[in-house]
Nanobody, 126 residues
Framework: EVQLVESGGGLVQAGGSLRLSCAAS????????IGWFRQAPGKEREGVSC????????VYSNSVKGRFAIFRDNAKNTVYMEMTRLKPEDTAVYYC???????????????????WGQGTQVTVSP
């Protein structure tokens, strides 16, 4: 059974930092790209970042580029997202997801991902 479990969310002041983790099991972790998404109340789910399977290519949304960094530890079956210089508009539930479809310009499209975690809340106060 495929499982993705996010952790590391919380309440932080604007300008602060958080590191999110996504622990995976039930599949060959280093064969697949992993994405991070977020969803704020009343808004659509938004692609934040994605990391490829074996060569660590990364991509970011314009809203987080330069502030967030995604990386993976294949030995621990875990993907991380280091979030710095957080803003109130970063407040959302953050999800990680795995895609079985390779890597491509569609990385930010939620329906291209096959399994999802339950999410972790990130709240940034002004």
């Amino acid at each position: 059974e495929v499982q993705l479990v996010e952790s590391g969310g919380g309440l932080v002041q604007a300008g602060g930092s958080l590191r999110l983790s996504c622990a995976a099991s039930g599949f060959t972790f280093d064969d697949y790209a992993i994405g991070w998404f977020r969803q704020a109340p009343g808004k659509e789910r938004e692609g934040v970042s994605c990391i490829s399977s074996s060569d660590d290519r990364t991509v970011y949304s314009n809203s987080v580029k330069g502030r967030f960094a995604i990386f993976r530890d294949n030995a621990k079956n875990t993907v991380y997202m280091e979030m710095t210089r957080l803003k109130p508009e970063d407040t959302a539930v953050y999800y990680c997801a795995v895609t079985l479809r390779g890597w491509g310009p569609w990385w930010s499209t939620p329906r291209r991902y096959d399994y999802w975690g339950q999410g972790t809340q990130v709240t940034v106060s002004p």
